[in-house]
């Protein structure tokens, strides 16, 4: 019989994988801290579901005329909703956790200035989701709503259902939240030199045409919430590129004064 090693006993393999394992085992760790942030969350609001609905479909039901309601076409309807929403508010709320979460997992792996950058981009970037949903729920809807209910017929009563409403707005808030991201997009893109200022200025009536056919795709088909996406999407744009503008000045006082 041959003494030749097996595969098995072979060892310059071995460095390689033992990270890689490690790496796989603590992404999990990561995750499944995530997952139970979420369900923690979850069951501490699950008491208050039916009060979370109620304050999201506020905005609607304070233009409904006096003594209408909210309808459930479908016999589980009524405890979905409110369950999905509440669900969603969890991971909602459990954002910076996970985030938290991700940066540990990747902050090894990164140099310094990388992570000089990365907390403000990451803190930046949460609160403007949160703002774009803040901003869809306390500007959007009641102008959006109000449209909605006053344009229809005299003749016909408003009976929304429940579970339709919900993905409506649940829509409008994520449309809303990454719609709100376009500064760290733009400011990523100058930083990492895929673009430069000159470039996307000049670009400015692309990008407009873009932020409506955009507004057009992630909102219900009609103009004044397509508007209501797509000019706070061009002004943020905007934003971006001055903030572009001032890292690009920086950067260059930095060498001239390493000159």
Known sequence: MSDAPSPRDKTPEDPPQAPLIEHLIEL??????????????????????????????????????????????????????????????????????????????????????????????????????????????????????????????ENVAVMTDINQYLNFVLKLFFAFGVAFEIPIATFLMIWTGATTVESLSRKRPYIILGCFVVGMLMTPPDVISQSLLAVPMWLLYEIGILFGRIVRRRRQQEEEDAD
């Open 28 to 153: 999990r760790s990561r995750l499944m801290r995530a997952v139970v942030a979420v369900l923690v969350i979850f069951l501490g609001l699950y008491a208050f579901s039916n009060d979370i609905y109620t304050f999201v479909a506020d905005p609607l039901m304070a233009l409904l005329p006096e003594g209408s309601q909210m309808i459930a076409t479908e016999v589980a309807s009524p405890f979905l909703a409110p369950f999905k929403l509440t669900l969603v508010v969890a991971v909602f709320v459990a954002v910076p956790f996970v985030l938290h979460q991700l940066w540990a997992f990747i902050a090894p792996g990164l140099y310094e200035n990388e992570k000089v950058l990365a907390v403000p981009l990451l803190v930046s970037s949460v609160l403007l989701f949160y703002g774009g949903a803040a901003f869809a729920y306390y500007a959007v809807f009641p102008l959006l709503f109000d449209f909605f209910v006053h344009t229809g017929p």
